[in-house]
């Protein structure tokens, strides 16, 4: 669609019901209007070979399938396609002009209720992902399944999704995503397609190749009243029709990278229970790593799309780079034990950034000081009190109460057998022992990442601290020097040790970390 035709429907003048406004949003094959109470879904005319929508009756067809398919889990949200119609030189969805394209109409669901908005503003219960389990479940236990839909659970054709994401891929330098890692990726999913032949067999005859949902991810639920799942895959069969657990294992990616993985877990108990599918736990890796390639290489297309903004572009490199970043972490954390990692620094030295991004990148249960004092003061996390050092929930007594806390946390963790990083100061030797003592009783490796950089950087980032409102830390550079003079650094005789400077590159820093830590970069 022309750039003035799309301009022309931002008026609201060319809808047919009155609406006090018109945003757009859009996606690498979509343009979506929203208006008061609806949103038009125009498909762009693209092809990228996996989809096509470049003509005007393919467009038609895959608006009709969109609404067919998506009815099954969204039925009263999805009312039919309208024509787009030429109107004096614009466009409008209503009149008799010349036809120009096919929308998809729906109600607009409300956007404070979109699984992604509730899990960025951390509002989201297991009660939701059970719900959203049990739906799920029910949905695929109802799904069609025949001989034609068994033939996606083949080998061969799950080998071509996976080779195709590769080549797809591997045509975009702008990416951050190294040769290497690149081959590590399809080395190690053509070596799982090669042992796992009996497992892929035993999916296919026990019916569990359906036709599935194929997008089902956190942007695409909303927990209405009742669940609505939306925007399921209708351009192409081949990613619709899919083991189950490759369709789960969509949204337990999603909640990974949202570091939200404590809610699998409530998800995934509910939908076996309703399955009865235990069997789909062998799979969810492999479905997880192919999964987040993928959302990586659809992100990476509006790299290329000239309807996108600079500032769209690079965030969608940034979300792109995460994405791999995670597929490639999945590899990775099956070469590290149950462990135990502590933080150790001094406010504003960049411990949470190490914690939270080496979490993410090797699935990592992490716990956080400044999360468990305010559990334990009853005070939401972004609360704030400008009280003086060791006033207030930083007392002596306080302190020792959020040790104990994070302690709990750590062997309740360790006992199922989960690595956990432990977010907090550490500045006393004597908390660490107790971690290390910790870990020495129930045989796991025990690690110190101690943070550090100049201060000058640290009292740039506390400053800049207090201006974010989504901040949780307390920490004020008023109180550095007041906290360093009770730091208490550890030594190489308290286990295994490394300084961290975090002035220099992050990525470099979770390298290093990374081989400190006995993960290496590839997988053999």
Not at 186 to 201: E, G, K, M, V
Request: with cysteine; glycine share 4%.
């Amino acid at each position: 669609m022309e750039q003035r035709l799309v301009k022309s429907l931002l008026k609201s003048t060319a809808y047919p019901e009155p609406t006090s406004t018109v945003a757009l949003l859009q996606t690498h094959v979509s343009y979506l209007f929203l208006t008061d109470s609806f949103v038009y879904k125009v498909k762009k005319p693209v092809d990228f070979g996996f989809l096509n929508f470049s003509t005007l009756d393919r467009r038609l067809f895959y608006c009709e399938e969109e609404v067919r398919l998506n009815s099954r889990l969204c039925p009263e949200i999805y009312l039919g396609v309208v024509a787009v119609r030429e109107a004096v030189n614009e466009a409008a969805f209503f009149g008799d002009g010349k036809l120009v394209d096919y929308a998809v109409k729906m109600k607009r669901l409300p956007e404070e209720r979109m699984l992604s908005r509730l899990l960025a503003e951390n509002r989201v219960t297991a009660t939701d992902l059970q719900r959203i389990g049990r739906t799920v479940a029910e949905f695929h236990l109802k799904a069609d399944h025949n001989s034609e839909i068994d033939n996606y659970g083949s080998i061969e054709a799950i080998r071509r999704n996976w080779e195709e994401n590769f080549q797809q891929v591997a045509a975009n330098p702008e990416l951050n995503l190294t040769e290497s890692d690149l081959a590590m990726l399809r080395a190690w999913a053509s070596d799982f397609l090669l042992r796992q032949q009996p497992l892929f067999a035993r999916r296919v005859a026990g019916g569990f190749i359906r036709d599935c949902d194929g997008d089902l991810h956190a942007d695409n639920i909303c927990l209405t009243e009742r669940i609505c799942i939306f925007d399921c895959i209708e351009f192409n069969e081949r990613f619709r029709y899919s083991d189950t657990a490759a369709d789960i294992a969509f949204l337990l990616m999603d909640l990974d990278f949202h570091q939200k993985a404590p809610l699998a877990e409530a998800f995934l108990h509910e939908y076996i229970q309703v399955t009865g599918d235990r069997e789909v736990v062998q799979l969810l890796d492999f479905y997880k790593v192919y999964r987040a390639v993928v959302r990586g290489k659809v992100e990476s297309f509006r790299l290329h799309d000239p309807s996108c903004s600079a500032e769209e572009r690079q965030a969608a490199k940034e979300r792109a780079s995460r994405y791999f970043r995670l597929a490639r972490g999945y590899l990775l954390r099956q070469h590290l034990p149950p462990s135990l990692i502590i933080t150790c620094g001094l406010m504003g030295s960049g411990k949470s950034t190490i914690a939270t991004e080496l979490a993410f990148e090797l699935g990592l249960a992490i716990a956080s000081s400044d999360l468990v004092r305010k559990e334990l003061a009853a005070l939401p996390p972004t609360a704030h009190e400008r009280l003086e050092y060791a006033e207030g929930i930083y007392t002596p007594a306080y302190n020792q109460a959020t040790y104990e806390k994070l302690l709990a946390q750590a062997e309740t963790a360790l006992r199922r057998g989960q690595s956990i990083i432990i977010d907090a100061t550490f500045r006393r030797q004597t908390d660490r022992t107790r971690f290390r003592q910790l870990a020495e009783r129930l045989q796991v490796p025990f690690y110190i990442i101690q943070t550090g950089c100049p201060e000058q950087l640290v009292k740039e980032r506390l400053e800049a601290r207090q201006q974010n409102p989504a901040e949780v830390s307390d920490g004020r550079w008023e109180l550095f020097y007041r906290q360093q003079a009770e730091f208490v650094p550890p030594t190489a005789a308290e286990g295994r040790y490394i300084f961290i400077d975090t002035s220099t590159s992050i990525g470099d820093n979770l390298g290093v970390i990374r081989r400190f830590l006995g993960v290496l970069d590839h997988v053999a």
